[in-house]
């Protein structure tokens, strides 16, 4: 099997047999552009400046909302002139749907600008005010309002559909959004590799180590200048000129910055089976979303099943085609905060695991450009935590000795902590919160802790000193570490492990054949048995044996 080096997780690992090849793969991206002058009233007012012969006479609120006319204009007659359509969306609209509509039935072939959206947005706008004599007395941001914004949908020969978002209000700012997958294709193609493309997802690879080395490139340095590069080729010529023609930005000095504000990263693993894919992953589902607390568990239904191969015709055949999946699609999904990790199943037989973040303020290392290496290691490392979390959570396992150490006392530095007694419903909660929150990319907090308690059992009864005195107990016995002096609690991978098997035995094997026993009659038998259902009845029956061999009376 071949591997991209990066897939290194215990999931992966485990069922490495099962899949041909894997690769990760950054897939939107979603950059601000942003006038730095513009931003600030001191910087705003020197742009006006220089755009008016070193004047502020015409700074007023009716000459900015010229600016907004003019766009809009602009835009509609070169969309008139030049074909392209320009289409006014309504709320609640999905813009990138339209645009995959538009290409399936218009294919594009020319590098360019192909179709323009127009919809309502929330911006912040300038306030100008001046006195009764005309004398500029303040210059504000206004609270943000609804005012229209052009999304031009572009093809680019590199990064294939680019979508520029852009305010038609000075100071013109804009989003630029991009997909990893389509660089991936392109260059793929450019290398002679063979592959099938669904959406944002490949399908099928002729060569899984090579595409996984393509794909490895978007987390390197050099794809800062990848980024910006195709951002300066478009945005002044293709979107900002209808606001500002080129002499106009030349002469106003007018320039973007670029910083990372949404990225998705994923891993895809292929499977030689659909049908072994589908078990897999409705048991690891079926298994872990109790123990992980997942919040939403949905089954997307569409008019046809799962595409497989053609037997009579051979295996499909290995191009580059973009289709839209219609097929039941479960989706896995847990969310941190801005931060989002979740599994889902793609085309035929692949599995992928993804991390997102809405906002990349969340994770503390910069928003600049430059940090997009940064940015895309972290998420790497959350989607590989990921995946190996919910592989010690679904595996579980109690070491040896373990069900005697807990209930004794343990030490952390001087501090003598008690032991870990599961026959205590805080502590069980406790962990059940723990390991709710173990896949937390970032570790949690005490009171993480409280607060997942208190949702867990609906009440607000378990406080923060209650949260640390636990932590402590944890601690003692390795269950959680503390790094450092940080305030953050990360939960290892084999503790888990144990974790899981603990709350498994006591909740889910001990608890129901003890209360089986209790009842020698099952009463009217479930209309359907699941193979679990038929474990717990021949444990329940020979639980019964095994008590009266020991003398063990049931309770009246």
């Known amino acids: 099997m071949a591997y991209g080096w990066s897939v290194v997780d215990e999931f992966s690992e485990r069922y490495a047999d099962l899949v041909t090849g894997s690769y990760d793969c950054v897939d939107r991206i979603v950059l601000n552009a942003y006038y730095p002058l513009g931003h600030s009233p001191g910087g705003f007012r020197v742009w006006w400046r220089r755009l008016h012969g070193d004047s502020d006479e015409l700074l007023d609120n009716n000459h900015l909302m010229r600016f907004a006319g003019r766009f809009a204009r602009r835009v509609r007659a070169w969309g008139a002139a030049s074909g392209v359509p320009v289409i006014d969306c ?37 306030d100008v005010r001046r006195s009764e004599g005309g004398v500029l007395v303040n210059l504000a941001k206004k609270k943000a309002s609804y005012v229209n914004h052009y ?33 991936v294709a392109r260059a793929a193609q450019v290398a002679g590799i063979d592959l099938a493309m669904e959406g944002n997802c490949f399908t099928a690879v002729a060569d899984p180590q090579a595409l996984a080395q393509i794909a490895d490139t978007l987390s390197h340095d050099a794809t800062v200048g990848r980024l910006s590069q195709v951002c300066d080729r478009w945005i002044y010529t293709a979107c900002l000129c209808f606001g500002l023609d080129i002499d106009e930005q030349r002469r106003s000095g007018f320039g973007y910055n670029y910083s990372v504000y949404q990225v998705e990263y994923s891993r895809n693993l292929l499977f030689r089976s659909g049908a072994q894919m589908d078990r897999v992953f409705d048991m690891v589902v079926d298994r872990t979303r109790s123990r992980l607390d997942v919040p939403v568990l949905r089954t997307l239904f569409g008019a046809k099943t799962r595409p497989h191969r053609d037997r009579a015709g051979g295996p499909p055949r290995l191009a580059v085609v973009i289709e839209t999946p219609q097929y039941d699609l479960t989706l896995f999904k847990v969310h941190f905060g801005r931060l989002t990790l979740k599994g889902y199943t793609k085309g035929e037989r692949v599995l992928r695991f993804e991390a997102v973040v809405h906002n990349t303020k969340e994770l503390g290392c910069g928003r600049a450009i430059d940090k997009f290496p940064t940015i895309v290691a972290k998420l790497a490392a959350m989607v590989g935590r990921f995946c190996s979390m919910l592989d010690c959570v679904d595996v579980a396992f109690v070491p040896d000795g373990t069900l005697d150490q807990l209930p004794l006392p343990s030490q952390i530095g001087a501090t003598k902590v008690g032991g870990v007694d599961l026959n205590k419903p805080r502590l069980r909660t406790a962990l059940h919160a723990v390991l709710a929150l173990s896949a937390a990319p970032g570790g949690f907090t005490v009171a993480d802790l409280a607060a997942k308690v208190n949702t867990n059992t609906g009440d607000h009864a378990y406080t923060i000193r209650q949260a640390a005195y636990d932590l402590r107990k944890l601690r003692g016995k390795d269950l959680v570490h503390k790094p450092g002096r940080t305030r953050r609690y990360h939960v290892p991978g084999p503790s888990a492990r144990t974790i899981a098997a603990l709350l498994c035995l006591r909740d889910q094997v001990i608890a129901p054949i003890l209360a089986g026993v209790h009842s020698p009659h ?34 009246v």
Do not use: C
């Open 90 to 126: 309504k709320a609640g609209e999905r813009k990138h749907e339209i645009a995959e509509r538009y290409l399936a039935e218009h294919p594009v072939a020319r590098p360019g600008v192909f179709l323009v959206l127009v919809a309502k947005a929330p911006a912040t706008l300038w």
């Open 151 to 183: 999304s031009f949908h572009i093809l680019d020969p590199q990064w294939g559909h680019v979508t520029i978002k852009m305010s038609g209000h000075p100071p013109f700012g804009a989003q630029v959004i991009l997909n990893g997958h389509e660089y």
């Open 522 to 555: 099952h009463g009217r038998k479930p209309g359907h048995w699941t193979v679990v259902d038929r474990d717990y009845e021949t444990l329940r029956t020979g639980m019964q044996t095994l008590f009266g061999h020991l003398g063990i009376a049931r309770a």
